[in-house]
């Protein structure tokens, strides 16, 4: 009996050490603290210059065929160069191509590349290296969310569909630096194109090799301004000035480090304590403190991006503009903006974001607003479009918003302002993103909360998506003189004509109002004073392709 | 005891068939989809991907090939990621989670212990209550809270710990606090109520009446019988501890495997949520195993059932 205390002792305490003596101690990381990001960490003058930045999330894939989203375009942009790139101001200039030309017709791309253009791994980059990526990621057999970032191309969507040939592609490579595209149908925006991660290249000797490549830092080829040299999956990237890139002179940072922090308090909290040098996304309640304050560390990028509503077109009395506008107009978006979303927010009175170049000037300036909040003018509209529908007064309906703080923060101030300005009553409702997704599928839900970020800089990005049967048109809204004007601007090449369509387009849309914008989303982004350089183009993270450190 | 270990052992066995095929059935038939985003996807696009992780086959089809690959102890593919699979994601997080939660179980046991025994033997007085509000705290302050004030406090204002990262030894600290406040409340809540019961046992009065020193009684008798309870919740406490919180490992950026039982459900990877709860299960129903082996070696009265057949 004695003993029995000893052996309890014993095996509670022996669990415990079994476990952390078998794995604990000899398989983690604890015996390589010789890097460290310890808050004392400067950059000394002589030392080398490095970047330190959080990567939210570990990036899904980081091959530019099958890549998506922000956590992997983050790291491309900086490791890859397309045919073209931007400048900080947004202009399209050469990159890996040195010049171009277009048929008359605007269906035929003929880039000539650069001639020092070199994979990391010092192996020129040739025209055939564009030809085999664009076709690797159309391949059915990729399985590439993006391949239809691709569907420009002639033969394209066929290829990418299982309907056509890889040699029915539009794209040669006619010699080692000259590259010949053929599109399905005049593209204007196809330059803005060509500098997107779908439309990188890949070392077609480095993919054929070894089909895993970009899976590890030790075989990751890119032909960007950095390379890739270290990847600790889920926890950190370190990425390195390439000496073989063509412009290297002009690339003053030497190692660029990523931790991968998904907490947007930590990461605030890693930049406070001066473990990284900028912070982006910012969490809300700080993203408001920094705007009042001023702060001086604090940037608001712009972001190609809108937050709005869909009403289901096919609910009544949703089905009735009136109603619709009513509510639209009895929101104050001003409000909204800078005290529940509170990131320098634009608020919104049209759905193309500014930013996006018209034929002069800006497009969404030239826009304007089209519509106003006036609260008479609701009630009255409201009041006629229930009376249309048979009804005396809206019936409870529901919003529905996938599940996030900041999403219930605004439909709660909405359901307030529509409470008080026209006495309606409405419930809100919470689901998991990817059930809110089906139900907007399925038709089954009243309003829901949306957003939407362009994929490339043009107003089409955003003016495609409602019309009829589109697949994003989840509003189940259906306009034919809207169909008309948005075919109108995709087949002319005069870019007068197209932007024109597209206005108009959009004073359609936004008189029968089938979505109710909210705001233009910004990326406000921290940055500490010793970094330089670091610009923020209008549909991409904050880039520092040319940032220093002092 | 061989043959209630191998019985055991089988039983084992058929619970994570069950729990397999349970969760293989329920993944499929909740709503949503590995591979709906918010935007235009063409059809096209969406039936590659369906082809390229064999979604498009028939369920029963897909589950038979998942056990033959289950069989080669292969959890297959992560959706979300091409480059790194859940035999991956448990390769690499479970060292770390476990490292996190044994520092965290070895602070809970201990602390949580000595705060049950000194509270019981000081029942109603300054210790007892300094103890439980503790204890309660511990219980009722949510860990995300207490990981943010520690992280303000000991990293940002004083410097004195690194904010999050998994480096080094210093870089545990923080997580392995944040994680033990809870389990060592609720250790040393039921260590003192279990101790308060054993102690009003007319066994310790016979202890104390044969003129058996005081700390004789508590810890040759007393301790010991209150620890049962402590033991029988310990297998799910240490379950839960090294397969990794995913909120504390999401606060303090740790790459454990706590955000796989979450984010695969929140991004429907079916394979994630498979392998997860696989190994979950796994590890739980062992632990078990080890809890219930143990009762007969600490407490000689309880008698496996199977033996006396």
Redesign the interface.
């Known amino acids: 009996m004695k003993k029995n205390l000893a052996r309890s002792l014993i095996f509670l305490l022996s669990i415990v050490f079994v476990l952390s003596g078998c794995f604990g101690g000899g398989t983690n990381n604890e015996s390589t603290p010789e890097e460290s990001a310890d808050p004392g960490e400067k950059t000394e003058e002589t030392g080398p210059k490095i970047l330190r930045l959080n990567n939210s999330s570990e990036p899904g894939s980081l091959h530019p065929g099958t890549a998506q989203g922000t956590h992997d375009s983050w790291i491309l942009e900086h490791a890859f160069e397309g045919l073209t790139k931007k400048t900080p101001e947004g202009e399209i200039i050469p990159g890996m191509a040195r010049e171009w030309e277009t048929s008359e017709d605007g269906l035929t791309w003929t880039f000539h590349l650069r001639d020092d253009i070199k994979w990391s791994n010092g192996d020129p980059v040739t025209a055939a290296d564009f030809e085999y990526a664009w076709k690797y990621a159309l391949n059915p057999e990729s399985a590439s969310t993006y391949a239809y970032q691709l569907y420009y191309l002639e033969g394209g969507q066929e290829f990418n569909e299982g309907k056509a040939d890889e040699d029915q592609v539009g794209v040669t490579a006619e010699d080692d630096q000259t590259l010949v595209v053929k599109l399905a149908q005049p593209t204007p925006y196809f330059l803005d194109l060509t500098s997107f991660y779908t439309y990188y290249p890949i070392s077609q000797k480095v993919q054929e090799e070894n089909p895993k490549w970009y899976q590890e830092a030790e075989s990751y080829v890119s032909n960007g301004a950095f390379k890739l040299t270290e990847w600790k999956h889920k926890e950190s990237m370190k990425l390195e000035k390439n000496e073989h890139y063509y412009e290297q002179d002009k690339i003053k940072l030497d190692e660029v480090h990523f931790v991968i922090i998904d907490d947007e308090n930590t990461a605030w909290q890693m930049y406070q304590a001066g473990e990284l040098d900028l912070v982006y996304p910012l969490p809300q309640d700080v993203q408001g403190q920094l705007l009042a304050n001023n702060d001086p560390e604090f940037v608001k990028g712009p972001d190609l991006a809108v937050y709005y509503f869909n009403f289901n077109n096919e609910v009544k009395p949703f089905n009735n503009p009136k109603v619709r506008k009513a509510l639209s107009m009895a929101i104050d978006r001003q409000t909204i903006v800078e005290h529940v979303a509170q990131g320098g927010q634009i608020p919104a009175y049209s759905v193309v974001p500014p930013g996006i170049p018209d034929v002069s000037g800006d497009y969404q300036e030239n826009t304007g607003n089209l519509f106003e909040e006036n609260l008479d003018e609701a009630k009255k509209l409201l009041e006629e479009g229930l009376a249309e529908e048979g009804m005396d007064q809206l019936p409870n309906f529901t919003l529905t918003y996938n599940t996030s703080e900041g999403h219930k923060a605004i439909a709660e101030a909405v359901q307030e302002m529509w409470r008080k300005n026209l006495g309606v009553e409405m419930t809100l409702e919470n689901v998991e993103f990817q059930v809110k997704l089906d139900r907007e599928k399925a038709g089954d839900y009243t309003i829901s909360r949306a957003g939407w970020v362009g994929d490339y800089v043009d107003p089409m990005t955003f003016i495609d998506l409602w019309v009829t049967d589109g697949p994003y048109n989840d509003a189940n809204w259906s306009n034919p003189e809207y169909d008309k004007l948005v075919e109108v601007a995709k087949t002319t090449m005069d870019q007068e004509e197209r932007m024109n369509a597209m206005h108009e387009a959009e004073k359609i849309l936004m008189d029968e109002m089938p979505i109710l914008p909210v705001y233009f989303y910004t990326k406000p982004f921290t940055v500490k004073p010793h970094v330089t350089g670091v610009y923020t183009p209008i549909n991409s993270y904050p880039q520092f392709i040319y940032a220093d450190i002092e | 005891m061989l043959k209630f270990a191998l019985k055991r052992v089988g039983l084992a066995l058929l619970t994570l068939w069950v729990i397999i095929t349970l969760t293989f059935l329920l993944m499929h038939n909740i709503?949503?989809?590995p591979?709906?985003?918010?935007?235009?996807?063409?059809?096209?696009?969406y039936e590659?991907?369906q082809?390229?992780?064999n979604l498009d086959k028939p369920l029963l089809v897909q589950y038979g090939l998942y056990l033959q690959s289950l069989l080669q102890l292969d959890f297959g593919p992560s959706l979300?990621?091409?480059?790194?699979s859940v035999n991956?994601y448990i390769k690499?997080?479970?060292?770390?989670s476990?490292?996190l939660g044994?520092?965290a179980?070895?602070i809970a046991?201990t602390f949580g212990?000595i705060f049950g025994v000194i509270a019981s033997l000081n029942r109603n007085k300054w210790p007892d209550y300094l103890s439980m509000v503790l204890a309660i705290i511990g219980i009722s302050v949510p860990n995300f809270i207490l990981a943010?004030i520690l992280?303000?406090y000991f990293?940002?204002e004083w410097?004195l710990f690194?904010?999050?990262?998994?480096?080094?030894?210093s870089h545990?600290v923080l997580p392995s606090i944040a994680l033990a406040m809870m389990p060592m409340a609720y250790i040393a809540r039921l260590m003192r109520s279990s101790m308060l019961e054993v102690l009003s046992q007319d066994y310790i009065l016979t202890a104390k009446a044969k003129g058996l020193s005081r700390n004789k009684v508590i810890?040759?008798h007393a301790?010991?019988n209150a620890?049962l309870p402590?033991?029988t919740v310990?297998g799910i406490l240490?379950a839960n501890l090294?397969t990794g919180s995913f909120i504390i490992e999401?606060?303090?950026?740790i790459?454990g495997m706590g955000?796989m039982f979450v984010k695969g459900i929140?991004?429907?990877d079916y394979p994630v949520i498979l392998g997860s709860t696989i190994f979950y299960s796994a590890i739980l129903i062992f632990l078990i195993l080890?809890v219930d082996l143990?009762y007969t070696?600490?407490?000689?009265r309880i008698k496996i059932s199977g033996e006396r057949k």
């Open positions: 709503p949503g989809n591979f709906a985003q918010e935007g235009t996807m063409p059809k096209a696009v590659n991907l082809s390229y992780y979300k990621s091409s480059s790194i991956d690499s997080g479970f060292p770390v476990l490292h044994t520092q179980m070895l046991i212990l943010t992280i303000n990293a940002v410097q690194p904010v999050a990262t998994w480096k080094s030894w545990t810890l040759k301790i010991r620890m402590v033991v310990l240490i090294v999401s606060i303090f950026g790459p955000e929140f991004n429907r080890i143990a070696w600490i407490d000689p």
